[in-house]
């Protein structure tokens, strides 16, 4: 959840698991449909990236609520190994999530999760896990609460149950089952989140166990990794328990995250200038503040910045048949986003540039790293490491 409203037409396929042929991971295959860029409208844009706020907002709530203190990123500027498994993702809400197939009880209750790695626990929707037909269900004492939606309260109890995707198994995984449904109607093909951060910003109480936490505790992967590799088309994985290395060309480029963050925060640049990033799986453009985009945009050929006043989003605008140039680098290592990755959508008659600036209420001055980029490379999570490794997509 979390994710940007149906800004853009698609239609959602059904996912399968299947075992990855050469490597040794077990992959949950994803797969993108036509898209149709018309005319953005900025009223379900600004909801949907308030909706990524509030997942922040709630996360850094979390954090403080665990570690006593407020989220190092509040109000910080940058100047400064049995197993593995492979997931097929598919897009649905053209281009606003990706989901792929998990299993919760026993025996196996099969459902849709979309996966973010901008929240950390797994929360299901109610018509989606039944507990009473689970031999393995256990209803905790404890009750969650975090925000969904146009900053709507969800509420639920925790639930602890087995757990299982693509083969691999995990014991004892927490999860929130939610008292309402909570996914809106162009959310209809999922049944809930799976979130894949740092426990630190865990909605629920240390004692239990996030997704990350019982497949490392349990020792169920061959490597405490995950990698990401969306496209447009088929092709797309999210892959556990091992590096696909057909993924991408050359090598990878590692750059540490602190897991205290809860978030996936690493230094970057755009364009050459120095930017502090999450790198969030679960949200559909790139994000920055209007005074960042303005000046990006202002240092970008061919692009023109303009403002909704009605939301005060900010936004660049270019001509269709022209292709600005706009590079992610990290760890010394450049980027370039594509025609295709450039651009979300048209506004008067132009193309929307997929970098919008809006400004949020947390003293926050950290870009949100979406879907363009991660279609722009594969990206591996490595928690034995501490680190995110980027490469340029095969």
Known sequence: MLLLPKLFAGVAAIASLVAAQKHEGISIPMSRR????????????AAGIKKVFNKYEFGMNNFKLKMGKDHPLLGSKLEKRDSTSSIKMFDIAGETQWIGEISIGTPPQRMLVQFDTGSANVIIAPDAYKPSQSNSSFKAKDQFKTGYGDGTK???NVYVDNFELGGIKARNLSFGLTNENFLQDFERES????GLSFPSISNFDSKYLTLIEALMQQKSLKQNVFQFTLKPGEGSTLIFGDIDHSKFNGDLTWVKVNPLFGF??????IN???IRTAVDSGTTVIIGSRSQVKDLVERTNGVHYAEDRSTNIGYGLFDCDFSPEVIITYGGTDFKLNRDQVSRGTANGKCLLSVIGIDSILPFDTWIMGDPFFQAASIVFDHDNNRLGFASQA
Do not use: M, R
Request: proline content about 0%; cysteine-free.
């Open 264 to 269: 996936y925060i690493a230094d970057a640049k």
């Open 272 to 274: 050459g200038k120095k």
């Open 154 to 156: 969800v509420e639920g």
């Open 191 to 194: 049944s809930g989140i799976g």
């Open 34 to 45: 036509g898209i149709s860029k018309g005319e953005t409208n900025f009223h379900e844009l």
